[in-house]
C-alpha cells in the first residue's frame, strides 16, 4: 500500500532557485543573493530565526515554544502552478527562504534532511496558510489551503524545517535529501 510520500529525489535537477530573508515580520522576503543558515536558529538576519518561536501568532499564544519553523521552503513548481491559475508571484514573495526546484516538497516525510552544501535542515512540518495570504493577492489562499475530494484538508505554501548545521545557501546549490528511518510518518502543520 502507497503511503503517498515521495522517494529521496536525487540528480542535479534538485536545487535552491532562489533564496530570500526579511528582518522584518512582513509577508513577503526581498531575494538575496545568498543566505547563511544558523545551527539551532535559522536564517541569520531573518525576523524569524531563534531557539524559540517567532511567529507573532505563535509567541501571542506561548513565547517559550521551540522554533519548528526557522527555515520556511516551497518549491519553485507550485510557483509555477500559481501562474497558470493567474497569480504572478515571485520566488520569496510567499516569505519562503528558499525556493527549490525538482523536488516534491509536500510529499517528503517528517524528518526528511535536506544537504545544501555545509547546511543542514530537517524538515518538521507544513507550513499553515493564513488570511495574509488573500491580504497579498485576493483569492490566493484557495489556491493554497482547500479540502480534496475526501474532504481531507490540503496545504500547498510549504514546509518548515529547523537548522541542523549551519551554513552558506545560494541559488544554483544541489540538494541531497535523507530520509529518515521507516516508518514514514506524513506532515502535519507546525
Known amino acids: 500500500m502507497s503511503t503517498g ?4 529525489p ?4 534538485v536545487r535552491v532557485v532562489a533564496v530570500s530573508r526579511s528582518p522584518a515580520h512582513g509577508f513577503s522576503k526581498p531575494r538575496e543573493d545568498a543566505i547563511r543558515l544558523l545551527a539551532g536558529l535559522g536564517v ?6 531563534g531557539v524559540t518561536v517567532q511567529h507573532r501568532s505563535r509567541v501571542a499564544v506561548d513565547p517559550t515554544q ?3 519553523r526557522q ?14 491559475a493567474g497569480f504572478d508571484v515571485g ?8 525556493t527549490t526546484q525538482g523536488i516534491d516538497l509536500l510529499r517528503l516525510p517528517t524528518g526528511t534532511r535536506l544537504h545544501i552544501g555545509t547546511a543542514e535542515i530537517e524538515i518538521t512540518g507544513l507550513r ?6 488573500d491580504q497579498f493577492r485576493k483569492g490566493l489562499l484557495r489556491q493554497l489551503v482547500y479540502r480534496d475530494a475526501l474532504e481531507a484538508l490540503v496545504r500547498k505554501a510549504g514546509v518548515m524545517g529547523v537548522v541542523l548545521a549551519g551554513g552558506m545557501v545560494r541559488p544554483g546549490d544541489v540538494i541531497e535529501t535523507v530520509l529518515p528511518a ?9
Open 128 to 133: 499553515n496558510p493564513c488570511v495574509q495570504i
Open 182 to 190: 521507516l516508518p514514514h510518518r506524513a506532515l502535519e502543520r507546525v
Open 66 to 68: 521551540p522554533n519548528l
Open 10 to 13: 536525487v540528480g542535479a535537477g
Open 44 to 49: 541569520e538576519g531573518d525576523a524569524h530565526a
Open 91 to 98: 520566488y520569496g514573495e510567499l516569505g519562503e527562504n528558499i
Open 5 to 8: 510520500l515521495v522517494d529521496a
Open 71 to 84: 527555515v520556511h521552503l516551497i518549491h519553485a513548481e507550485l510557483h509555477a502552478a500559481l501562474a497558470e
